[in-house]
């Protein structure tokens, strides 16, 4: 029967012989990723506490550059760091378990993109409004004061 | 991935599921759809978590204070049971996995084997989170709520947290819980909390070494604590209410939000994980009968297994949603 299976990850640097062993491989993988979630958590390395950058001031560019760069100017690094780690284990868990790796091309960009496009614009009208009522409730109730 | 499926009568009939586009069966493409479906649905609960989140950034409970006990171990450790609860999810998709591998191989024992490993799994995670809920709405320390709806907690100098129970002597109640049986038997109110507001300032007025703790968080992400005097007129001023626990309504760790989405997303995803859970013995069933060596093709466990893979991956972000950022 054609089961081929892909099997090497992080792009041909870890091959194995069969899909067993790299079940084990992305489960041994996960398992250190979630370790190193855990060990920030409970510790919170004072260094990863404070956002590294503070915005720009000025004019049309600074407000493109803090919304390029909105990861690192709003976001406490710590947090960044697992978000992307959460990322990580996703892809690994839909790529190796669920054997999207294995899929027609077609078939995964058609999951993964409307998926992503759609989670992406929820996030941010949810977080950018929950911001402004919160800028809100902080300024006395006034948002603009003509 | 290619699978051979059983026939189902609509081979070649384009619009009875026959043709296979993507190189799909019918039944997976089918899940797949079905789990996009469901990870918007999980993506809008947890950006709508991000939303209140935001909305109060100042005043949030912080995870690590709220979830820190671990069954059978006494003491204070944050993180660690969810992790494990993590770690028994991923480690019954890996029993999941090889069960879709074996039934590549037709090897009925093996998928046997693995199946039911992956319902155990399942199971130790449902009760985990069952515990975990149980613990929530127990609470440990208790705390005082405003006329504004605010939470106020108790801390000694050092910063340890006090529980109520530590410095506040119960009284004699007169008032007495209504209930259908001895009142209008179409109203009913909630326990009543172990001490009423006056006995809880009673309490802080004999312990010097007491203070209060507010939501807000200061600089260092910390809840701000008061001064002794500041922390009496608090509770004398504005406590309206003992809350002891967590509801709905209130809980004691801070915005009723916490609480709310907290049952509302552990619990949909629990939801979930249950029906994995049915969903699995059914199919395990299935397998010991021989349904799928009679059909020839074990794909109906892959089908499956993507359904408990896609649990999984919600409660990864669940877990780094809820207990990490």
């Not at chain 2, 204070?76 to 609860?85: G, K, L, Q, S």
């Not at chain 2, 879709?100 to 084997?113: C, E, R």
């Not at chain 2, 109640?173 to 326990?191: D, M």
């Not at chain 2, 395990?284 to 799928?292: A, P, R, S």
């Amino acid at each position: 029967m054609a089961h081929a299976h892909k099997l090497e990850i992080f792009r041909g640097l870890w091959k194995f012989k069969s899909n067993t062993q790299k079940i084990w491989g992305v489960l041994a993988f996960l398992t250190f990723v979630t370790a190193i979630e855990v060990v920030l958590g409970i510790y919170k390395p004072d260094s990863l506490m404070h956002t590294w950058m503070t915005p720009f001031e000025g004019g049309f560019l600074a407000t493109l550059g803090n919304i390029f760069l909105s990861p690192f100017i709003y976001m406490k690094p710590l947090n960044l760091i697992f978000i992307v780690l959460t990322i990580v284990k996703a892809y690994y868990i839909t790529w190796d378990f669920m054997h999207m790796r294995d899929e027609k091309s077609s078939l995964r960009r058609m999951v993964v993109w409307t998926g992503v496009f759609l989670i992406c614009y929820l996030i941010f009208i949810l977080l950018q409004e929950g911001g402004y009522i919160e800028s809100v409730y902080s300024s006395g109730y006034v948002k603009r004061d003509f | 991935m290619d699978t051979t499926v059983a026939n189902t009568g609509t081979e070649g009939k384009t619009w009875g599921g026959g043709n296979r586009p993507l190189n799909a069966s019918y039944g997976k493409m089918m899940m797949w759809f079905f789990i996009v479906s469901d990870a918007l649905t999980f993506s809008g609960f947890l950006a709508a978590y991000g939303f209140s989140r935001f909305k109060f950034i100042d005043y949030w409970p912080i995870a690590d204070e709220v979830f820190t006990h671990v069954p059978f171990f006494h003491g204070n450790y944050p993180m660690i049971y969810v992790a494990f609860m993590t770690f028994i999810l991923i480690m019954s998709s890996v029993t999941m996995v090889l069960a879709v591998d074996a039934g590549h191989h037709m090897n009925k024992k093996k998928v046997t084997l693995y199946m039911f490993l992956t319902i155990i799994g399942g199971l130790i995670f449902v009760g985990s989170q069952a515990w975990e809920w149980a613990t929530f709405i127990k609470g440990d320390y208790g705390a005082i709520q405003t006329k504004g709806g605010n939470i106020l907690q108790f801390v000694d100098t050092d910063g340890k947290r006090v529980a109520l129970a530590d410095f506040v002597t119960a009284e004699k109640k007169y008032r007495a819980e209504h209930e259908r049986k001895n009142g209008l038997w179409f109203v009913q109110e909630s326990t009543l909390p172990t001490y009423t507001v006056g006995e809880v300032i009673k309490g802080l007025e004999s312990r010097p070494d007491v203070l209060v703790r507010t939501q807000l968080l200061n600089e260092e992400g910390e809840k701000t604590v008061l001064t002794r005097a500041e922390s009496l007129r608090q509770i004398k001023e504005n406590g309206k209410r003992v809350v002891e626990g967590a509801n709905l309504e209130v809980n004691e760790y801070g915005t009723s939000l916490f609480a709310d989405f907290f049952f509302f997303i552990t619990g949909f995803h629990g939801f979930h994980v249950f029906s994995g859970v049915v969903i699995n013995i059914i199919i395990f069933f299935n397998v010991i009968l021989g349904t799928y060596e009679r059909r020839g093709s074990y794909e109906m466990v892959e089908k499956v297994g993507l359904y408990w893979h896609f649990v999984d991956l919600v409660w990864v972000f669940v877990f780094t949603f809820f207990y990490l950022v």
